[in-house]
């Protein structure tokens, strides 16, 4: 035991040092962070890029909470009969979930005029400058911005991103990309678990 001993108390150290630095260090880990034009140093006021001004002022309309946004891929557009049925199937079923408030995608947005009818989508819609934050120009890519209910404790609760990517399995068609703080913050949370693991199994090993 007094062999290890100054191994032991370096490492006691280390960790000690190691969870300060961590305690200290402060992640945006909202998805705006990647958009061009944002920094979380500057005000809305002062973001230049248009649209994500735009993105940015539709996220605080519908938003009181976590958000997660699917993206969605059609091989074609989802200007096809087939393609909107299954983009609203997906919707129908991310708004089922129990951890869901509501969600919002071309299917529902509020524009000035009207595009879907329940069964198809207007090609017009890609001429809309308003659609920008919810479809690609070439119809390829939609958004849907999915609203998380706050949980009791109003911390991020893990099972959240397990429950969407469990909806998304049945929509590989679509290749349904998760996206948003939520998701970064799931992953983050496993790599500490993970980190966590592997100290504590080399700590005891010292031991």
Partial sequence: ?????????????????????????????G??????????????????????RSLLEVSKTFSDGAQIVVIAKASETFLEPSKVKR????QKELSNLQ???????????PFKQVYFDGSTLSKEILNDPESRNFISADGK???L???????????????????IRKALSSYGDLSPLLFGEAVI?????????CFKRSS???FSTLL
């Fill in 31 to 52: 998805y705006m962070v990647f958009l061009p034009g944002y920094s979380p140093r500057q005000g809305f006021e002062s973001i230049q890029n248009e649209n994500v």
């Fill in 141 to 143: 890519y939609v958004l």
């Fill in 185 to 193: 913050n799931y992953y983050l949370f496993q790599e500490i678990i």
């Fill in 87 to 90: 983009l609203a199937e997906l």
């Fill in 145 to 163: 911005n999915c609203i998380l209910k706050p949980t009791n404790d109003f911390k991020f609760d893990p099972q959240i991103v397990k429950e």
């Fill in 200 to 202: 504590d199994s080399r």
């Fill in 1 to 29: 035991m007094k062999r290890y001993r100054y191994t032991i108390l370096f490492s006691a150290i280390f960790v000690i040092c190691l969870f300060l630095t961590l305690n200290r260090i402060r992640i945006d880990s």
């Fill in 99 to 109: 951890s869901v408030k509501s969600v919002v995608s071309i299917l529902n947005y």
